[in-house]
């Protein structure tokens, strides 16, 4: 969540009226002119780019007749990352935190949407959300933390030895395979390291979605506003390169984002993915890993699986009702799942 990345979205096109994805930002301002808030927000004609799923919602509207769409979505687009949705200033109080909230109501009913969805925001805002009526949503996604380690081996000490040997393995293939690893930060990721990465990224949209959300000029843009954040890991064989991975680089933590190569191999996809990034993270003191949404296979390799919130509002009370209760079955769902995961997590367990 940064103007930098938001903006290049936009500036790109990747982000727009026709793509979708109708810019519909919300700010509040004092009576001195000052912004006490900021809602990122979209007027959505689809669910496209959201990675909270809501289509069954849509085939219920439209089995009552209902348009579903358009529809208010809050979120950084494309990017399931949680954050603050609702920015305020240091100056903002409780009641301009409730009138911020109000007015995403308000637009919802003056612009007849269907409803408002405000998706990846923190358990601390979903409290504030919920004293408004909005209802909860859980998810699921996985993430690393670094518990004080010093090197990948004092990471690995920590593991299972069924797991530390099935990750040396895995690690040992790339090497035997004559492959090579090469770290790209900040400046130094040219427009040719770019042109190689967005390759990947693109065939690998096209095979697993059909279809790439994201622009080479969205890329070229973030390299100029944030390089600083960005992270590229680029895997070589001879003088080709074969594969690479994207992360972003925030305060305290690494967002793994974007993957692709020639083709499919997995052990190179963990390497990449995740080995290097749990290096880079040790070697930089950083406290976590963002590795998103899906993918069971993490959990071997040490990333633990959390609980992400989205909140939302539907304009009609009957259908918000039915919603409420449809939530109410999948948390419950979701909590056992959860603690299905942290059983089968691979840490030596304390005695």
């Given at each position: 969540m940064s103007y930098e990345f938001i903006s290049s979205l936009e500036e790109s096109g990747c982000v727009s009226k026709e793509t979708g994805w109708n810019t519909q930002h919300i700010i509040m301002k004092n009576n001195e002119n000052k912004i006490l808030g900021i809602v990122p927000s979209y007027i959505k004609s689809h669910s496209y780019g959201e990675y909270v799923f809501d289509q069954s919602w849509a085939e219920f509207y439209d089995k009552l007749g209902l348009n579903y769409y358009p529809k208010l979505q809050s979120c950084i687009p494309f990017t399931p990352v949680t954050s603050n949705k609702l920015l305020l200033s240091e100056d903002a109080n409780n009641a301009d935190i409730n009138q911020l909230v109000l007015s995403i109501k308000s637009i919802v009913n003056n612009e007849r949407l269907s409803s408002a969805h405000i998706t990846f925001c923190t358990k601390n805002e979903i409290d504030i959300l919920q004293t408004n009526n909005f209802l909860q949503r859980t998810s699921q996604q996985f993430r690393w933390e670094n518990n004080n380690y010093q090197t990948f081996d004092n990471f690995l000490e920590n593991l299972?030895?069924?797991?530390?040997?099935?990750?040396?393995?895995?690690?040992?293939?790339?090497?035997?395979?004559?492959?090579?690893?090469?770290?790209?930060?900040?400046?130094?990721?040219?427009?040719?390291?770019?042109?190689?990465?967005?390759?990947?990224?693109?065939?690998?949209?096209?095979?697993?979605?059909?279809?790439?959300?994201?622009?080479?000029?969205?890329?070229?843009?973030?390299?100029?506003?944030?390089?600083?954040?960005?992270?590229?890991?680029?895997?070589?064989?001879?003088?080709n390169y074969i594969a690479s991975s994207l992360h972003i680089i925030g305060e305290d933590r690494l967002y793994g984002r974007y993957w692709g190569g020639e083709k499919h191999d997995s052990f190179l996809h963990f390497e990449l993915c995740f080995y290097q990034a749990i290096e880079y993270a040790i070697r930089?003191?950083?406290?976590?890993?963002?590795?998103?949404?899906?993918?069971?296979?993490?959990?071997?390799?040490?990333?633990?699986?959390?609980?992400?919130?989205?909140?939302?509002?539907?304009?009609i009370p009957e259908i918000h009702s039915v919603i409420k209760d449809y939530l109410t079955k999948e948390r419950e769902l979701n909590n056992s799942n959860l603690e299905e995961l942290e059983n089968s997590l691979p840490y030596k367990k304390i005695l």
């Open positions: 299972t030895s069924r797991k530390r040997k099935m990750i040396r393995k895995e690690r040992k293939h790339v090497e035997n395979n004559d492959i090579k690893i090469e770290i790209i930060s900040g400046k130094n990721i040219t427009e040719e390291y770019l042109d190689i990465f967005y390759n990947f990224y693109k065939d690998t949209c096209n095979r697993k979605w059909g279809h790439a959300y994201l622009s080479r000029e969205f890329f070229n843009l973030i390299a100029e506003k944030m390089s600083s954040k960005m992270m590229l890991v680029l895997a070589r064989y001879g003088l930089n003191k950083l406290q976590y890993i963002e590795a998103g949404a899906g993918g069971y296979h993490k959990i071997s390799r040490g990333y633990v699986p959390i609980l992400t919130y989205s909140a939302h509002y539907m304009n």
